[in-house]
């Protein structure tokens, strides 16, 4: 959480409304704080995370963002306990690492809804107890079967609205959803679904997560063999970059890494 966060990722310049970076045409600005695509770059002291010498640093890219956010957001947000059940909605690496997050967490029931089989696989691999296909399901009458109270937390990884209605209609009394998905208007009924039932809905971005100290967790868990992030990874030569990108595109990758 940060007062300046879309000053300082989005509009280009430092704190002090200087710039790191300069052409023979002027000022460079940054996107997200640190921009990408270059073979050195200058690092604000902010964006540095010191990590172990024994870890691949070509894996460790996608921890300081997607990774970091669907982890962060059950670890340093959520922390569900051990009776706790958590549906979480849509398996790209945001929500997959969210999955690994509720199982290094020791959640009881981690419920996922996705509309890719080949994703479902992951999460089933990765810890989920349900996996359930979208295209085939309601979510909401899935819910009502497996857990009539609903659940106490749930995530929209997504940003389409009608799930993330979804993910505030399957909570229990009480309970709680986390939207991190970018996406555009919700319709919610303020009785219904927040007053009579005590539920709350937060936004949160990128995991809740102190990176200088959360990024070195993430990599503890992975070196203890508990937070297999490095199997959604596929890294790609910089000449290969359209490739990379149409390999996303295209589900044939989760996450790729251009190496420069």
Known sequence: MCEKFNELNFFGPNFDGSHRLHSAHGDLNLYFGQSSFATYTVADEHNVVKVPDDVDLTILGPLGCGIQTGAGTVLNYMEPSKDDTI?????????????????????????VFDRKESKLAFAKEFGATDCYNSLQVDPE????????????????????????????????????????????????????????????????????????????????????????????????????????????????????????
């Open 141 to 260: 009458e899935v819910i009502k079967d497996i857990e009539p109270g609903g659940v106490d937390f749930s995530l929209d990884t997504t940003g389409v609205p009608a799930v993330a209605e979804t993910a505030v209609h399957i909570l229990r009394p009480a309970g709680e959803a986390v939207l991190v998905g970018i996406g555009g208007d919700l319709k919610l009924n303020m009785m219904t679904d927040f007053v009579a039932e005590s539920k709350k809905v937060a936004g949160l971005v990128e995991g809740d997560a102190i990176p200088q100290k959360f990024i070195p967790e993430m990599i503890k868990y992975y070196q203890e063999g508990r937070f297999a992030f490095d199997k959604l990874i596929k890294v790609y030569d910089f000449k290969d970059l359209n490739q990379a990108m149409d390999d996303f595109k295209a589900g044939k990758v989760l996450k790729p890494v251009v190496k420069m």
């Open 87 to 111: 549906a979480i909605f849509g398996m790209g690496p945001v929500g997959l690492a969210a999955v690994l997050g509720a199982k290094v967490a020791g959640a009881k029931r981690i419920i």
